[in-house]
């Protein structure tokens, strides 16, 4: 078999070190994948890079990416140019991590968050914009008042996106249930108010579950299901949602489990997937080497599975467990003291 190859962005601001970390952990495991680097995105001159960097996107199996504070543009071609529409988040409690709950030990659930429309198009603009329009509010039953200083924002949820995202999220659920997971789909949206887009979702997703006999189906109004999500997140195994719930609920759930900073995801597509972190670029840290590399090292476990390296995923992923559980090389946010480059190095020797 050919040698994989996959795209390293480091991304914006702190998260360059955490990616620096994960990628000591990769060349140790010395597997059959060639890393294509590119410098962190401040340092990118906008166009060459950028053009390079999509480039060398087509041209391979996958792409590790750390995140983004603008600066690294490549991302809008992962996930609108690669048509990545399933954003995978799990949360996973690994013993020893930092959970604000009393008893966070067995929560194991995923999050597939739609990862193309919704509100995330950038539909948005000054009201006046909308004068020729004459749209009518359902609940005041008047034209909508487009005189007054503001701004509007538009909503999309189509039915080829909700329906792929929907069956992506069904057959998730059938592979954890031959693992021994429950073999239930939850569905969350706003769909008691919202009720032409979100009730359009959570009806595409209803039908589409109902094709998959050997799942279970449940719906919730997603502020119901926030409150789930923190006192009963046990009860939880696959939930799909549409973008903007899904990216909120998401970093709720990694709250329950230790913070963002073990909170790894995977965006996939019908032909490509990337992989990345769910936190953000951490600003504030920059420099200080103390940024947790969980995340991010997770989220390659993710990359390695989908690459076809199962054996070599589940060695990573008990490797970062381990460290967690024996509790002496953690990173700050989990209550410990050590560097990023501690960490990677303790992830090594636990290999």
Known sequence: MAAKKVVVLPGDDAVPEAMAAAMEVLGAMKLDIEYVQFPPGERWKRGDTEVRARAAIDASDSTLFGATSGKTNAILHLRWGR???ANVRPARYMKGALSPLRSPEGIDFVIVRENLEDLYLGLEGPLS???PLKAQSRFLRAPLDTSAEGRYAIKVITERNTRRVAAFACELA???????????VTCTSKYNM?????GFFRAIVEETVAGFPELRYEQFIVDDFARRVVQSPHELDVVV??????DILSDAAAGTVGGLGVAPSGCYGDDYAYFESVHGTAPDIQGLGIINPTATILSAAMMLDYLGFA??????ERAVRTIYAEGKTLTPDQGGH???????????ANL
């Open 241 to 246: 949602a549409p973008n903007l719930y899904g």
């Open 311 to 316: 054996e070599a995923s589940t060695r990573l």
């Open 129 to 131: 914009e909308l004068r």
């Open 194 to 198: 919202l009720r032409e887009s979100d």
């Open 83 to 85: 048509q990545t529409y």
């Open 174 to 184: 059938l592979k954890r249930k031959r693992a021994g997971g429950p073999g239930k």
């Open 338 to 348: 050590a560097k990023t480059e501690e960490f990677a190095r303790a992830v090594v």
